[in-house]
């Protein structure tokens, strides 16, 4: 069974809602981000399959595709990688190796899980993330950690949301202040 994976940039306080400018995606191949990109790299290599919802999909698509000076690799990956993208709204995905997941989203993505391959990324799509860990469907969370605090956004965990205890499969810190932990189900 492949792995599915909720991969986040999350900020001290939690918040994976990106509602101001501690998130630059270009800033990760800087010089001092060499390590950073080392892994984010390591990742894309391991998986196979991108699942995001509608929304984060349409944010992805009119950015990532464009970025023809990105030095970080991600340009690359997002056009290579497949694409699957839960929607009950969206017919025509315009960007190459997209499926579109449509009707039930949980028997979709555990369907998924059960085709041979490698790891499946789930990033951003806080509604689609909430549903999965709710359905027990979350094999591991990455979370890169950003030494901000927000205070406010929604989270990957919000009020009333109760996950069984994680084991810490994975931790470090990077130059930039950054820091990475991979967690499993206990």
């Known amino acids: 069974m492949r792995t599915l994976a909720i991969t986040q940039n999350i900020t001290l306080d939690g918040s994976i809602e990106m509602l101001g400018e501690w998130f630059d995606p270009q800033a990760q191949g800087g010089v001092d981000n060499t390590d950073l990109l080392e892994t984010l790299q390591r990742e894309d290599r391991e998986s196979d399959g991108f699942l995001v919802g509608r929304q984060t999909f349409e944010d992805l698509r009119g950015y990532w595709?464009?970025?023809?000076e990105d030095t970080t690799g991600i340009t690359d990956h997002l056009n290579?990688?497949?694409?699957?993208?839960?929607?009950?709204?969206?017919?025509?995905?315009?960007?190459?190796?997209t499926t579109i997941l449509s009707g039930d989203p949980i028997e979709k993505v555990r369907a998924l899980k059960e085709e041979p391959g490698r790891d499946i990324v789930v990033t951003g799509s806080i509604t689609l993330c909430h549903a999965l860990i709710d359905a027990g469907l979350v094999d591991?969370?990455?979370?890169f950690v950003y030494?901000?605090?927000?205070?406010?956004?929604?989270?990957l965990f919000p009020d009333g949301f109760a996950v069984p205890k994680l084991k810490l499969l994975d931790a470090k810190a990077f130059r930039c202040g950054i820091t990475y932990s991979r967690y499993a189900p206990a």
Do not use: I
Request: charged share 25%; net charge positive.
């Open 65 to 68: 595709p464009q970025q023809a």
């Open 147 to 155: 030494p901000v605090v927000q205070g406010r956004g929604r989270r």
């Open 80 to 97: 290579k990688v497949q694409k699957y993208v839960v929607s009950s709204t969206l017919t025509e995905p315009d960007w190459r190796n």
């Open 140 to 143: 591991q969370y990455r979370l």
